[in-house]
């Protein structure tokens, strides 16, 4: 099918779209090869530079079997693999025969209308401060507590997993900048940053004519599973252990950035170190389902509240005005005093551990 977007849209639709959400399918000409493979991604650009992206490296010919533009692309991205788990054979790519592929589109069209409004109604009451009052929760309300309670002893453990693996593979590497195909230590330099907090200290008289007022918001959930559940208490405790220690290594690897000769050093890929980042990816395979997951829960309740701050026992959603500083309009109306309100950031070390397979 040949694809509807041919051109690159203009600044007002990326201004006005988001992204878009495209469905490809990895097939070999002629056309009637099908190699189940189908790939569900989003992009803000041509759907056809994307797919050019994309052929670079893959034997297989890509074409456009479907793209649809839309607000909430990446909730629709989230529900397709969230609800073809089964289907997954690697992050984004699905085992899928090309007839069952217009079903799948129209399914991602209905769902992204269905959340489309829930997110509509989600900005509304996020951009209105709440009342202050609490009521009782009504019976859908109740299931999407349960639903929420669910998920959340489902993510739990992963985040604590995740938090073990990616400690488990800095105290393997050691002191190195980089184990091929696995992890990778950048410096990051001395750098100088606004404080806002410093001009309202320093300059009070001055940042007062700056301020401008802005809706503070916190949602929370209540009475939910939590990192500090007892249901995962050795695992936290493991995970703590392995953390204190990985924290003395970045001490360490700090303390040595004065003298940057280790920065060229690289490590060995062990059979060890394979393993562990072999489980980081199973485990950060699933970030992306259980995080869309929670943001739709979340945005159906907020839809429920309205203008109320809390429902009894289930969440609290707080919005009030609050005044902040304008920085960029503090710093070109007082460039004398600004130049006083910068806070020096040290020189650090970021560790990256390699989101796919390379090796």
Request: with cysteine.
């Amino acid at each position: 099918m040949k694809c509807p977007w041919q051109r690159k849209p203009s600044r007002q639709d990326q201004r006005r779209l988001r992204t878009y959400t495209s469905y490809r399918s990895s097939t070999q000409l002629p056309p009637e090869r099908d190699f189940e493979r189908l790939k569900v991604g989003i992009t803000k650009d041509d759907v056809e530079e994307r797919i050019g992206g994309l052929q670079t490296g893959n034997p297989y010919r890509l074409r456009c079997e479907a793209s649809f533009e839309s607000p909430v692309a990446r909730h629709i991205e989230n529900w397709v693999h969230r609800t073809n788990a089964a289907r997954l054979v690697q992050p984004e790519w699905l085992r899928l025969v090309r007839s069952d592929i217009p079903h799948l589109v129209e399914a991602a069209r209905q769902e992204g209308e269905r959340f489309g409004h829930i997110a509509r109604a989600k900005a509304r009451w996020s951009q209105s401060t709440s009342n202050g009052e609490k009521r009782p929760p009504t019976d859908q309300e109740r299931q999407l507590h349960a639903a929420v309670q669910d998920l959340f002893s489902r993510s739990c453990p992963v985040k604590l997993r995740l938090r073990h693996a990616e400690a488990s593979i800095a105290l393997r590497a050691g002191l190195v900048s980089r184990i091929p195909g696995i992890l990778r230590i950048k410096l990051t330099a001395p750098s100088r940053r606004f404080s806002s907090k410093m001009a309202l200290h320093r300059f009070p008289d001055l940042a007062a004519g700056h301020m401008v007022e802005k809706i503070e918001r916190k949602f929370c959930w209540l009475n939910v599973p939590n990192l500090g559940s007892t249901a995962w208490r050795d695992l936290r405790l493991e995970v703590e252990g392995l953390e204190r220690h990985e924290r003395h290594v970045h001490e360490l690897t700090v303390a040595m950035l004065r003298s940057q000769a280790w920065l060229s050093d690289t490590g060995e890929r062990t059979d060890d170190l394979a393993r562990c980042h072999e489980n980081y990816l199973r485990l950060k395979e699933q970030e992306p389902g259980l995080k869309g997951e929670e943001e739709e829960l979340q945005a159906q309740m907020i839809q429920l509240m309205k203008t109320f701050e809390a429902i009894s026992g289930i969440c609290s959603f707080r919005r009030v005005l609050k005044a902040i500083l304008n920085n960029d309009s503090f710093q070109e109306a007082h460039p004398p005093e600004a130049a006083e309100c910068y806070e020096e950031r040290p020189a650090a070390i970021r560790r990256t551990i390699y989101p796919c397979r390379s090796y």
